[in-house]
């Protein structure tokens, strides 16, 4: 079964600070990862995805993820925090050998970001 | 990147009545559509897939008869949540999946918030 977890419900950073939102998967085959993030009353933005190729993701506003394999981990990472990064960040894994359900995104449950001035 | 609009952004409704909830991928040809609702501080869940043309497959728990989708067209679908009540209550997003491929993003609309009174 596909699923993913994110340990954290809520990460606390200092603006300037690098930052790191965690994010594990189960999938059967090679994972399909992807972040988005969620400001206030607003739908999804997409940041970044990891399809095949270096594990090191850049994605957009700085945001960069690593593909752990070994780890089954996806974190989210920017070097230097900002206060308008506070939102919602949510981890999504699709499963490219999974044949039902039109290839589907599951979700974390969602970290909330909070930078501090 | 791709835009997804919904419309209406919010909507406030009766108990008994139906509400139809518009999603239109703008500048470019949806194959797919996903339509997911959020609780608060809560994950995405998705509702059903739909494929332009074709009936729309439901996760497991969803009521068909309740909540109708339709895409009829690859820039346009549409929920219906019929007979709503208070437990309606939620924030609905719809989803676009640019490609047929399943590495592709999918890109996400604004949501729709709706209250049953």
């Known amino acids: 079964a596909q699923s993913v977890a994110q340990p954290e419900d809520q990460v606390n950073v200092a603006e300037g600070n690098p930052l790191t939102v965690k994010c594990t998967y189960s999938v059967s085959g090679n994972p399909y990862l992807f972040w988005y993030v969620q400001y206030p009353n607003r739908g999804l933005q997409f940041l970044l995805k990891y399809i095949t190729g270096d594990n090191l993701v850049k994605g957009s506003y700085g945001f960069e993820a690593e593909f752990n394999k070994s780890q089954t981990s996806f974190h989210l990472k920017k070097p230097s925090a900002l206060v308008s990064d506070s939102a919602l960040y949510f981890c999504?894994?699709?499963?490219?050998?999974?044949?039902?359900?039109?290839?589907?995104?599951?979700f974390g449950a969602g970290t909330r970001l909070a930078v501090h001035p | 990147g791709a835009v997804v609009s919904q419309h209406p952004s919010r909507v406030i409704c009766k108990s008994g009545t139906s509400v139809k909830i518009e999603c239109r991928s703008l500048?470019?040809?949806?194959?797919?559509m996903f339509w997911y609702r959020q609780f608060p501080k809560k994950s995405l869940m998705l509702m059903a897939t739909?494929?332009?043309?074709?009936?729309?497959?439901?996760e497991q728990g969803v009521e068909k008869d309740k909540f109708l989708i339709n895409h009829a067209s690859l820039t346009l679908s549409t929920l219906t949540v019929t007979s709503a009540h208070p437990e309606d209550s939620s924030f609905y997003i719809c989803s676009a999946r640019l490609g047929g491929g399943s590495y592709n993003e999918q890109f996400f609309g604004p949501g729709t918030r709706l209250t049953v009174l």
């Open positions: 500048d470019f040809q949806a194959t797919t």
């Open positions: 999504a894994v699709r499963d490219p050998m999974f044949s039902g359900g039109y290839n589907k995104l599951i």
């Open positions: 739909s494929n332009e043309g074709s009936k729309a497959t439901y």
